[in-house]
C-alpha cells in the first residue's frame, strides 16, 4: 500500500507486513508495532503513518503480521516466539538498524513481553548497577536482538491476567461469572486464555505470567524488560469492557489514583501521569486489601521491581465510549480518530 503523505513511503510486502519509513533512509530506529487478540497487520496504521510523519528520518516502523486473526489463539509463548523470529528477519534486512523500541496493544503487549525474554543478549561486561535503577552505564547493557533498547510501551495491556476482580470489566465484577470464566474461557480464545486467565500449569512450571515475571530456563523475561530506557503503560480508566484498569497499569486497587476528565487541549483524554521508580518492597499484606490472589500480587510486586512510566486514558465523556479498548489505540481512523490525542502523547515523549 502506499500512503499518500510527503516523505513517507509504506509498502504492503507479499506477506502482508505493513512497513513505514521516511524516505531518507538512514532511519536506525526499528519500531515494532504489535496487535492485540483477534488483531490484524492494519491495527497500527495509523499510528504507525504518526510516528514516521513526526519524527522523520529517525523511524523504522514495522507493524507485526505474524499473530493476526486466529493466530493470536494459540498462546502468548507461541506468539512470542514467532514475533522473535519476525522482528531477527527485519532487523537482518535492515543492516543500519541500531535502536529497538516496542508499541504493543492488549495481549500484543504480553506477546511482546515474551518476545524480548528471547531476543535479550546479555552483556559481554558486567553490569556496573542493578539494569532496573536507570543507573548502569550504557555499555554494560544488554541488547534487544544485538539493538540497544529504547522505548517498550504497551497500550490497555492486560499485565496481571485476566481472572482478578474486575480484570475484566464485561464481567461486571460478579464473582461467580469471574470464577465460571477461568474455566471456559479457552473454549473461545483456547491457549491465549488459559494464559490469560492463569489456569495453565506450564507442565508444573506454573501459569505463564508468573514465569514472565524473571529470568526463567534460559529465558530473560526481566532483564530484557529492565533494558528499555523507558517502560510505559497506556491504559483505560473506565469503558475498557476487554481489559480492567489495575491490571493494565499494574497497581494494586489501593494504588488506584483518583482522577477526573481534564482540559488538557493538547491531550484532552489523557487524565493523570505518574513515574512509579522501581521499587523493592514486598507487599504480600496487601492481597487480602485489594481483593486479589497470591499470584496476582506476585505479578504485581515483580514487575514493581522496575520502573515504569504510567498515563491514564479516560473516553468517559465521548459516544464511542463502549470501544475505549480500541480508541485507545486508533485501530480504526474513522471510528476510534478520538483516540488520536493518546497516540500524539506517544510520539511528543518518544525517546528516539
Known amino acids: 500500500m502506499l500512503f499518500e503523505m510527503k516523505q513517507i513511503r509504506a509498502s504492503e510486502s507479499v506477506n502482508g507486513s505493513c512497513d513505514v519509513w521516511s524516505s531518507n533512509s538512514s532511519a536506525d530506529h526499528l519500531v515494532i508495532m504489535v496487535n492485540g487478540i483477534i488483531g490484524s497487520v492494519t491495527d497500527w496504521q495509523y499510528a504507525a503513518e504518526q510516528f514516521v510523519k513526526q519524527i522523520p528520518d529517525k523511524v523504522f516502523v514495522h507493524c507485526s503480521e505474524r499473530n493476526v486473526s486466529k493466530l493470536t489463539l494459540d498462546g502468548v509463548d507461541v506468539m512470542g516466539q514467532r514475533l522473535a523470529e519476525e522482528v531477527l528477519e527485519v532487523i537482518r534486512s535492515k543492516p543500519n538498524l541500531r535502536k529497538i523500541s516496542f508499541v504493543a496493544h492488549s495481549v500484543g503487549g504480553l506477546v511482546a513481553r515474551y518476545a524480548i525474554g528471547r531476543l535479550y543478549r546479555p552483556s559481554v561486561r558486567e553490569p556496573l548497577e542493578d539494569s532496573c535503577t536507570g543507573e548502569n552505564k550504557e555499555d554494560s547493557m544488554g541488547t534487544i536482538g544485538g539493538l540497544e533498547a529504547m522505548n ?34 479457552y473454549l473461545i480464545f483456547r491457549r491465549t486464555g488459559q494464559h490469560l486467565f492463569l489456569t495453565d500449569d506450564g507442565e508444573g512450571k506454573g501459569p505463564l505470567l508468573k514465569r514472565m515475571v524473571e529470568d526463567y530456563d534460559g529465558y530473560y523475561f526481566i532483564s530484557a524488560l529492565c533494558t528499555f530506557k523507558r517502560r510505559v503503560l497506556y491504559s483505560n480508566v473506565c469503558c475498557d469492557h476487554i481489559v480492567g484498569w489495575r491490571t493494565s497499569c499494574i497497581r494494586r486497587d489501593s494504588e488506584l489514583p483518583k482522577w477526573e476528565d481534564t482540559l488538557n487541549e ?6 493523570y501521569e505518574e513515574h512509579c521508580k522501581a521499587c523493592d518492597s514486598e507487599h504480600s499484606d496487601l492481597v487480602a486489601d485489594t481483593g486479589s490472589d497470591k499470584i496476582e500480587e506476585e505479578l504485581v510486586t515483580a514487575l514493581s521491581r522496575m520502573s515504569w512510566e504510567k498515563v491514564d486514558v479516560s473516553f468517559r465523556s465521548i459516544k464511542q465510549s463502549f470501544a475505549a479498548h480500541s480508541v485507545i489505540q486508533v485501530k480504526d481512523r474513522s471510528a476510534h480518530l478520538e483516540g488520536a490525542d493518546v497516540i500524539q502523547h506517544m510520539i511528543d515523549h518518544f525517546l528516539a
Open 266 to 271: 493538547k491531550y484532552p483524554h489523557v487524565v
Open 152 to 185: 517498550f510501551i504497551t497500550v490497555a495491556t492486560p499485565h496481571l491476567g485476566s481472572r482478578g476482580n474486575k480484570q475484566v470489566p464485561f464481567l461486571l465484577g460478579v464473582a461467580a461469572l469471574e470464577k465460571v470464566a477461568r474455566f471456559v474461557i
